[in-house]
């Protein structure tokens, strides 16, 4: 299989589609546009789109080709005025608001039929001594490599076009986090304008149960976040790791990985993936790998030692390849990109993700039903590309308390997210194999998972969603939204809501 990451199963399938970038609004002639937006346009510096504006099009896009919600307006703010401004024409107007930074929200929330205040031109990064400001509008990519320069980092995912602040806000899992935990652990103060209109600064000191929200309590909830300040980190060096074994050592490599990874030292990032690719002519039908891949914070050396602890469980690989990189030479690996370009392009997904977290060792019925669920999607023609893919907690995930954060997935050891991929233009019957195909996984895992599911993979599907993503932290929540947003104006299907 060669590079196959988690990202590139998809953009060879052809799951990933570039899009063309927003250039600049061409309007209707102001006296055809709905007074509204005349108005708006004459409050806000940045853009402003209707419905009927040529451009509209391409700004209503976000990741997910499934989210189809069309908003009334679309506003590219340039300034926190810009932000305040729109916030409060919507209030006056009656109209939903939708906070957007990178727009992948797995729900489609990026989007709403009132008002998408848009914050991508927030996008400044100024690093200082021990710490970053960077604006909320900031994409992961180009967070990273603006850190990289002056040798630190932040904990973050993956994902070169996500934005900073859906990320964090969420949680924010990634190849560093066992070492310096999720990127909302190392928040130290938000730049918020909340529900009345006003910006406020959220840090220890001041305003501290807003700042406990936003580490972990979801994007949209509670205002629109304007810039983030974290606490920099100092990295040594990193070497990364790939490698593949036959699929029919797929349960005894999942075992064995979930023996290993979750207890590792904690400069180790290891994942577990079940990976379904494309058809291809020479061999019909889906090809199935089973493949593990991590960061350590140290040599090549010492990588290769931890992972002989690895294969004398699972037995040695076909494939394996051990190197050193840089910072962001590991960012661009993960990010399945070569440099700021290509792991800049914007992209869309036509998919459906379900996600748990496991507090046990994966007992071998589960792991039978993760591998048989691939092996399924293999067998039927109407089931082509998905993955499931295995992350290990512990490490510095762990060892925050529950309470500390609003985050409270503090106890588990493995987080498990089952993708199902397919083409925008398939006939419908796709889609509805694919949904079913989810369902099936979820109802056949639910015995061996805790009930628990990382927000930022929120899925409108999701019975009991709010106990599932927030925990015993979810009174706590509802009491930080009553106080800063009273009339719930942040709301949306899965919204933190005002009252158990």
């Known amino acids: ?11 060879r399938a052809g799951g990933f589609v570039a899009v063309a970038g927003f250039s600049g609004p061409f309007r209707l002639a102001e006296k055809l546009r709905d007074p509204r937006l005349r108005e708006l346009d004459k409050l806000v510096q940045g853009d402003v789109l209707g419905l009927d504006d040529s451009g509209y099009a391409a700004a209503r896009t976000v990741y997910s080709t499934r989210a189809t919600t069309q908003p009334f307006a679309i506003v590219y703010a340039e300034s926190v005025r810009d932000v305040q401004r729109t916030l409060l024409w919507a209030r006056r107007h009656k109209l939903r608001i939708a906070p957007r930074s990178g727009g992948h929200s797995y729900g489609g929330y990026s989007l ?15 690093v200082g001594q021990g710490n970053a400001t960077i604006g909320a509008g900031a994409k992961l990519y180009d967070v990273v490599a603006a850190l990289a320069q002056h040798g630190v980092t932040i904990p973050a995912g993956s994902c070169p076009t996500v934005g900073i602040a859906g990320l964090t806000l969420g949680g924010g899992v990634g190849y560093a986090s066992r070492k310096l935990g999720l990127t909302c652990d190392s928040l130290q103060e938000v730049r918020i304008v909340t529900a009345d209109g006003k910006l406020r600064i959220a840090n220890a000191k001041v305003n501290p149960d807003l700042l406990w929200a936003c580490r972990g309590g979801g994007g949209g909830n509670f205002g629109i976040v304007t810039s983030f300040r974290f606490r920099t980190h100092s990295v040594g060096p990193i070497a990364i790791y790939r490698a593949q074994w036959p699929w029919d050592q797929a349960r005894k490599v999942v075992a064995a990985w979930a023996g290993w ?7 180790l990032f290891a994942v577990c993936d079940l990976i379904a690719t494309d058809r291809r002519a020479a061999a019909p039908g889906p090809r199935l790998h089973v493949t593990s891949g991590g960061q350590f914070f140290g040599t090549p050396e010492r990588l290769q030692a931890l992972l002989q602890q690895l294969f004398a469980v699972a037995g040695k690989p076909t494939q394996l390849t051990v190197q050193a990189k840089t910072l962001l030479g590991a960012a661009q690996e993960w990010a399945g990109c070569r440099d700021a370009a290509t792991c800049s392009a914007p992209e869309r997904a036509t998919f459906k993700a379900k996600s748990w977290y496991v507090r046990k060792k994966l007992p071998g019925p589960a792991i039978d ?4 669920s691939l092996e399924l999607r293999a067998a039927n023609p109407d089931l082509n590309r998905g993955a499931i893919y295995l992350d290990p907690m512990g490490g510095a995930i762990n060892r925050v308390p529950k309470a500390a954060s609003a985050f409270v997935h503090r106890d588990e050891l493995v987080s498990i997210q089952a993708v199902a991929a397919w083409e925008a233009t398939d006939p419908q019957r796709v889609a509805d194999a694919n949904l079913t195909a989810q369902r099936a996984l979820a109802d056949r895992l639910r015995p061996f998972v805790s009930g628990a599911s990382y927000q930022n993979y929120i899925d409108p599907e999701l019975a009991g969603w709010a106990h599932a993503y927030y925990g015993a932290n979810l009174p706590r929540l509802a009491r930080v939204k009553r106080r800063y947003d009273p009339g719930d104006v942040f709301r949306f299907a899965q919204s933190v809501p005002l009252h158990l």
Do not use: K
């Open 1 to 11: 299989m060669g590079r196959m990451d988690r990202r590139e199963f998809l953009e």
């Open 112 to 126: 709403s039929t009132g008002v998408v205040v848009d914050v991508s031109r927030l996008h400044g990064i100024a």
């Open 369 to 372: 039903v993760l591998v048989q």
């Open 261 to 267: 990874a979750p207890h590792a030292p904690d400069e």
